[in-house]
């Protein structure tokens, strides 16, 4: 069983819309939780991160957390043609000397049409 | 830009050599996570580095080794290379426990 989950798209949305990306986890002991865009051939980029219940805004970008329901999303509003990319999910499962050990989704790919 | 440098860029080895992969940390952080990515996959964990020491590992064979030096910067070692092992190979500055930044990776062919 995948520790992450995300659905591999591709999500299709009309510019202007609203994107919605979701990722479950199985470890109920996950303390935080990270959402990556990552262009074809690039390295992910941070977009936004989430360590409690309820929602975070940051900019168009919405993070939302249920960790009864081990469940995660990242909202993106008014979706443009530049949000088109791989949405990694990673989840915070910690080492030993306290450390982040990120595990992640295999990604989302959002594509925002004209 | 994150602040954290990758060398090469890119890498083509032949099946059974050595590489040694280089990443350097944002200022400030003081513990660097590498990462294997392949085609199509999120990133696996390889193992992360506080302090010069090793401070988890995922489930990667002994062959995958590492460094950190007294600047934080940090090396990867792969012995022995295998063709699975081409991949992309992400470096992660961080604070212990904040939030990590990637560098732009390091693209490995084993042929």
């Known amino acids: 069983q995948k520790e992450v989950e995300q659905n591999s798209g591709p999500l299709s949305v009309p510019e202007g819309a609203i994107a919605s990306l979701n990722c479950t986890y199985s470890d109920r002991g996950s303390q935080s939780f990270f959402w990556y865009r990552q262009y074809s051939g690039k390295s992910p980029e941070l977009i936004m991160f989430?360590?409690?219940?309820g929602d975070k805004e940051d900019g168009r970008f919405t993070a939302q957390l249920n960790k009864a329901s081990q469940y995660v999303s990242l909202l993106i509003r008014d979706s443009q043609p530049s949000d088109s990319a791989t949405y990694l999910c990673?989840?915070?499962?910690?080492?030993?000397?306290?450390?982040?050990?990120?595990?992640f989704g295999t990604g989302t790919q959002l594509k925002v049409e004209l | 830009e994150t602040g954290v440098t990758q060398s090469p860029t890119h890498l083509i080895k032949t099946r059974g050599q050595q590489v040694t992969l280089r990443c350097s940390s944002q200022s400030g952080h003081n513990t660097v996570s590498w990462y294997q990515q392949a085609l199509g996959q999120g990133p696996q964990f390889i193992f992360q580095y506080y302090r010069e020491e090793e401070n988890g590992r995922g489930n990667f064979p002994p062959r995958f080794s590492g460094l950190q030096f007294p600047n934080y910067s940090s090396e990867l070692n792969v012995n022995a290379l295998e063709l699975d092992d081409s991949a992309l190979y992400l470096c992660a500055s961080s604070l212990v426990a904040g939030e990590a930044f990637f560098g732009q990776g390091t693209r490995l062919t084993v042929v």
């Open positions: 989430i360590y409690s219940n």
């Open positions: 990673a989840v915070n499962n910690g080492v030993t000397g306290g450390g982040n050990k990120l595990t």
